[in-house]
């Protein structure tokens, strides 16, 4: 098998040189000239780079493989299991609401979907300072330390008493959460190439559907041996205490194994760091800046691209935050008893877990992402359909459309995958990944307060509202798969011009996508 020979060439200096280029007037969504370009802050990787200045860093597709084999064993069963307890987490609420809860603590009116959504109001306000705090501190350990909070918070919710205090552990619940998502996106953006990271974000993601299916059965379990066996504890406080409690645990564990990037990695060898931060110039992001940079935070306020994401996110969160705390009294409303919509509520993760990895799969090998994102929206609005027009007697088609429903998350994923390919620049990325997740918890917010206590049990009107958004979304979807096409062609005049000019070590300079010419957008 033939070598590839890697050889970094970037000076020590490099930093504080400015790139030379040119760029041709009028190009629309396209950075300054790279002569204009500050790099005298360039990107972490380029220090491992410039130690290795001269030496030829050669491997074979046979070695590459290995070592992208080796990471994946090393970061993927953490990302997977921690971010499947992100939505398990989140969604024990909706097993409490049949098991008990509602009851107990004495909710009336809208007081259940306040709690729902005061989640996402901690997860809101905290969005912002916590992109900031991923940027600039180890990225691993302040993970980690997020996991080991919101578990202890959800084994606070055991203890809530009332309205008020369900309604301040919630809140702080989002706060600690509000990490993992735009955390999870940069460990994939810094460790994968672009063509790997669309099926690593649906790995992770697809987790959210093993999270659904294994609560399902575990809030399940409780509820009938309780039932049969009472205890001290009512069967929903048991489930919040054994998920909280592991969850935490995986929190101690991503705290001693999860490296914060390749410099640091323990688990590869000094070649192998080398090669792990080599194989990822192509991506024309390097591994993070820790410094904010103000002009690529404008830059993020400023790209339509970015603000497509973020209305996305808005809108499609809408029918997720109805849904992901309703889907049980859904069920229970298609003629289901409370204890069979425990087991009902899996199927869904199933659906979830096969569509992301088939859109995953499909969308890398197509080079589709875009398009294969989008038709996950497209069956997830004939499922809402199927809800809304089916005939009330019709349980069990009502509940496939329930079940189509969750290829939505396709969508999602998607766009949260291209945060991480398509956005360069670290602050930038970081600033898109604070919208889109601020917009994310907005639409949250708004999703439990559709389901009005008075259209119970149907909630026709809800439904609706999903459908339409859902329809909106697709509209979006539409819009971002021409822009990214055009900015590509835009790029491609740059580099075509005689006067154009790579500079040496440009990939780990901490360029933005908008800045860097050679910076091709994923479609």
């Known amino acids: 098998m033939s070598e590839v020979d890697r050889t970094s060439t970037a ?8 790139p030379t280029g040119n760029s041709p007037s009028g190009a629309v969504g396209v950075g300054p000239p790279l002569e204009q370009v500050d790099g005298s802050d360039p990107d972490e990787a380029l220090k491992l780079v410039a130690a290795r200045q001269g030496e030829a ?12 084999r080796k990471i994946d064993r090393h970061l993927m069963p953490f990302l997977c299991i921690v971010y499947g307890l992100n939505y398990l987490d989140k969604t024990t609420l909706s097993y409490a609401s049949v098991m008990g809860i509602k009851t107990d603590i004495h909710l009336v ?16 306000v905290w969005e912002w300072p916590t992109n900031r705090l991923l940027q600039r501190l180890p990225l691993a350990k302040y993970s980690a330390f997020n996991v080991i909070m ?22 702080f619940l989002g706060v600690f959460e509000a990490a993992v998502s735009p955390g999870f996106a940069l460990f994939t953006s810094q460790w994968y190439t672009k063509k790997e990271q669309g099926m690593r974000v649906a790995w992770w993601f697809s987790f959210n559907g093993w999270g659904q299916i294994v609560g399902g059965f575990v809030a399940y379990g409780i509820a009938v041996r309780t039932e049969r066996h009472p205890i001290l504890v009512k069967s929903w406080q048991l489930v919040f205490l054994v998920t909280g409690f592991f969850t935490a645990f995986m929190g101690v564990l991503f705290l001693c194994f ?18 792990a931060v080599e194989r990822i110039r192509v991506n024309q992001q390097g591994v993070g800046n820790k410094h904010f940079k103000w002009y690529q935070c404008r830059e993020a306020l400023t790209d339509p691209m970015i603000w497509a994401f973020a209305l996305y996110s808005l809108i499609s969160s809408i029918p997720n935050g ?5 889907f049980s009294q859904l069920i229970v409303s298609f003629g289901f008893s409370e204890t069979q919509s425990l087991l009902l509520g899996a199927p869904g993760g199933a659906v979830q877990v096969v569509t992301l990895l088939v859109a995953g799969h ?26 809304l027009c089916l005939p009330l007697e019709n349980s069990t088609g009502r509940l496939m459309g329930y079940y189509l429903y969750y290829t939505m998350a396709t969508g999602f994923v998607t766009l949260l995958g291209l945060i991480s390919t398509n956005v360069a620049g670290w602050t930038k990325k970081t600033t898109a990944a604070a919208m889109y997740l601020v917009a994310y918890c907005i639409g949250n917010i708004i999703g439990p307060q559709v389901f009005q206590s008075t ?8 439904n609706i509202v999903a459908l339409v958004c859902t329809c909106v979304a697709f509209t979006i979807f539409i819009f971002i798969n021409f822009w990214c096409r055009r900015q590509n062609k835009v790029k491609a005049a740059i580099r075509s011009l005689p006067t154009y000019t790579k500079a040496d070590g440009q990939e780990f300079l901490d360029l933005t996508d908008r800045e860097n010419p050679e910076f091709i957008y994923s479609l």
């Open 11 to 18: 000076d020590p200096s490099a930093g504080g040189e400015k």
């Open 57 to 68: 860093i050669v491997w074979t597709p046979k070695e590459e493989r290995r070592l992208l």
């Open 109 to 124: 009116g809208q007081d259940y979907s306040w709690i729902a959504s005061m989640f996402y109001f901690g997860y809101l």
């Open 150 to 171: 919101w578990g202890l918070m959800l084994c606070c919710l055991a203890a809530v008493k009332d309205f008020k205090g369900a309604m301040v552990v919630r809140f």
């Open 258 to 275: 999860m490296p914060d990037n390749q410099l640091n990695a323990r688990f590869l060898t000094q070649e192998e760091r080398v090669m």
């Open 322 to 326: 109805g849904m992901s705390n309703y």
């Open 362 to 387: 499909f969308g890398d090998r197509l080079q589709s992402r875009i398009l294969c994102g989008a038709a996950g929206v497209l069956l997830g609005a004939l499922g809402l359909s199927l809800i």
């Open 455 to 462: 259209d119970a049990p149907r909630y026709r009107n809800a």
